[in-house]
């Protein structure tokens, strides 16, 4: 096991410091020197690590996907049937509009709504996020077809990407109403959804 030197441990704090500040005020609303205070670094030590911004930017985007996909894999990884794994991931869902890992809601959404045109290499980021997402429900889903786990005449591509909208959707009104009420509905609807019509 390789151990971290000092030079990837301030690295590594950085990225989780300025993944937080990025998923609460966004890329644009994010000065240098928010991630000077949180980091407690000058500028030029912040820039041993980073060639700019936007590079820190995409950095700590790459980082907070990896922190998403640790947590994906711990909410399903002991579930043997397809359609508990399932809901293991609406946990994970619940949980991000509950402020965890990262406090703002999903970094893949917020990503997503402010960089559009204005942030490419952002957008793609998210883009390629968001593909990998639906692919993994959709692995999910075929592979418990394939097992009996879930009906045959269930759509996979349909069903991940509703389940993404609804819950992405919850955790955007959850935290635009200072409230869990939409989330806890959203996950009521789709636990059910999921044991009724989903479930073989």
């Known amino acids: 096991m390789s151990v971290m030197t000092k030079g990837d441990q301030t690295k590594e704090m950085i990225l989780h410091q300025a993944a937080q500040v990025f998923n609460r005020r966004g890329f644009f609303g994010s000065a240098m020197s928010d991630i000077m205070d949180v980091t407690g ?14 590079d820190l930017a995409l950095q700590a985007f790459d980082y907070a996907v990896d922190v998403l996909r640790q947590e994906i894999k711990n909410a399903t990884a002991d579930k043997k049937n397809a359609a508990d794994r399932l809901i293991g991931l609406i946990g994970f869902y619940q949980r991000a509009a509950e402020g965890y890992p990262f406090p703002g809601g999903c970094p893949v959404m917020n990503t997503a709504i402010e960089a559009d045109d204005t942030q490419p290499a952002l957008c793609e980021r998210a883009k390629a996020a968001m ?3 639906h692919q993994f429900i959709r ?3 075929q592979r418990g077809k394939e097992k009996g786990e879930i009906k045959a005449e269930v759509d996979g591509e349909m069903l991940a990407s509703v389940f993404i909208s609804v819950m992405e959707g919850a955790i955007m009104q959850s935290r635009l109403y200072g409230n869990l009420r939409p989330m806890n509905r959203a996950v009521e609807y789709l636990t059910g959804y999921l044991e009724r019509e989903v479930r073989a």
Do not use: D, M, P
Not at 44 to 50: A, C, S
């Open 131 to 133: 593909a990998e997402w």
């Open 139 to 141: 692995r999910i889903i």
């Open 41 to 54: 670094l000058e500028k030029g030590g912040i820039y041993n690590h980073f060639t700019s911004k936007e």
